[in-house]
C-alpha cells in the first residue's frame, strides 16, 4: 500500500547535513519526495512510497543525524504525488 506524508521538523537542523542524512537514507528506503530548508528554521520533508518504507523514514526523521537537536516534528497525511526521485530543494 503508498502512502504520502509532509513532515516539519523542529529544532537544531539546519546546517548540519540534515538535509543530506534525510536524501540518503530516503534512497536506501526508495521512498521518494523532496526535503527542504524553511525560512522560519524548520525542514519540510515530502515522503512517498510503500507504507512501511515510508513510516520508518518517519522514525529516521525523528532522529536525524548525529548533530541535530529535534524538538518537535508534526506529520500530516497527503495525497500521493507520485515523485520519481527524491530531492533536496533550495529556497
Same mark, same amino acid.
Given at each position: 500500500?503508498?502512502?504520502? &506524508?509532509? =513532515?516539519? @521538523? #523542529?529544532?537544531?537542523?539546519?546546517? @548540519?547535513?540534515?538535509?543530506?542524512? &534525510?536524501?540518503e537514507?530516503? *534512497?536506501? *528506503?526508495?521512498?521518494?519526495?523532496?526535503?527542504r530548508? +524553511?525560512?522560519?528554521?524548520? =525542514?519540510? &520533508?515530502?515522503?512517498?512510497?510503500? /507504507?512501511?518504507?515510508v513510516?520508518?523514514?518517519v522514525?529516521?526523521?525523528? /532522529?536525524? !543525524? $548525529?548533530?541535530?537537536?529535534?524538538?518537535k516534528?508534526? &506529520?500530516? !497525511?497527503e495525497k %500521493?504525488? #507520485? %515523485? $520519481? /526521485?527524491? $530531492? @533536496? +530543494?533550495? @529556497?
Open positions: 500500500m503508498k502512502k504520502s &506524508v509532509r =513532515v516539519y @521538523i #523542529d529544532g537544531t537542523v539546519q546546517g @548540519i547535513f540534515y538535509r543530506a542524512f &534525510v536524501k537514507n530516503a *534512497e536506501k *528506503e526508495n521512498v521518494k519526495g523532496f526535503v530548508n +524553511l525560512e522560519d528554521g524548520r =525542514v519540510e &520533508v515530502f515522503l512517498e512510497g510503500d /507504507t512501511e518504507d513510516d520508518k523514514m522514525e529516521l526523521c525523528k /532522529t536525524g !543525524p $548525529k548533530h541535530s537537536d529535534i524538538k516534528v508534526e &506529520v500530516k !497525511p %500521493f504525488q #507520485d %515523485f $520519481k /526521485t527524491f $530531492k @533536496i +530543494l533550495h @529556497i
